[in-house]
T-cell receptor, first 111, second 111 residues
Framework: GQQLNQSPQSMFIQEGEDVSMNCTSS?????WLWYKQDPGEGPVLLIA?????ELTSNGRLTAQFGITRKDSFLNISASIPSDVGIYFC???????????FGKGTSLLVTP | NAGVTQTPKFRVLKTGQSMTLLCAQD?????MYWYRQDPGMGLRLIHY???????AKGEVPDGYNVSRLKKQNFLLGLESAAPSQTSVYFC??????????FGPGTRLTVT
């Protein structure tokens, strides 16, 4: 499957700061998903996006489906220590049974 | 709802031994997937199933076999384990809206 380009690879921030990460693809996607994985756990779905330009929030998290349909963005506002983890983007093409995953953004938050 | 469950959670095998990983979902999803996760490699698709009695190869299928005899279960088999199969294995099932839900993972070490 196609790997997505996810950046940054890691972030080290202070509690209260806002966080932005993004994912890009060379293919057009019909669905973008964002997951969070805590150490020793499976990925947990945070936000799902289905239309170009769509902006969806889940608490302090906001994600956007890029207009070109080749990118997506995740923002976390006012970060807290429990935001620590690895964030993955995933996308699906029109013909795909499976998801293509980014390699993840590792987020560390210091109190 | 338990969602997606996986057994066992941990396993250590010697090279050449065989084992079966069990995945179960109670969401009545048609699609199920097996991934492996390795440091720096992200999630890679091993095999998937689009319904009871069907299976298909993913990105890294060599050395693995799968079966989907019942809709709620998806089994991953290693016939002759190799150290390269040391990894964390995740099962997922997919909703009709393409959202994948992951299990807690099985941590496998092959010595």
């Amino acid at each position: 499957g196609q790997q997505l380009n996810q950046s940054p690879q890691s972030m080290f921030i202070q509690e209260g700061e806002d966080v932005s990460m993004n994912c890009t693809s060379s293919s057009i996607f019909n669905t973008w998903l964002w997951y969070k994985q805590d150490p020793g756990e499976g990925p947990v779905l945070l936000i799902a996006l289905y239309k170009a330009g769509e902006l969806t929030s889940n608490g302090r998290l906001t994600a956007q489906f890029g207009i070109t349909r080749k990118d997506s963005f995740l923002n976390i506002s006012a970060s807290i220590p429990s935001d620590v983890g690895i964030y993955f983007c995933a996308g699906r093409t029109n013909s795909g049974y499976a998801l293509n995953f980014g390699k993840g953004t590792s987020l560390l938050v210091t109190p | 709802n338990a969602g997606v469950t996986q057994t066992p959670k941990f396993r250590v095998l010697k090279t050449g031994q065989s084992m079966t990983l069990l995945c179960a979902q109670d969401m009545n999803h048609e699609y199920m997937y097996w991934y492996r996760q390795d440091p720096g490699m992200g999630l890679r698709l091993i095999h998937y199933s689009v319904g009871e009695g069907t299976t298909a190869k993913g990105e890294v299928p060599d050395g693995y076999n799968v079966s989907r005899l019942k809709k709620q279960n998806f089994l991953l088999g290693l016939e002759s384990a190799a150290p390269s199969q040391t990894s964390v294995y995740f099962c997922a099932s997919r909703s009709s809206h393409y959202e994948q839900y992951f299990g807690p993972g099985t941590r496998l070490t092959v010595t």
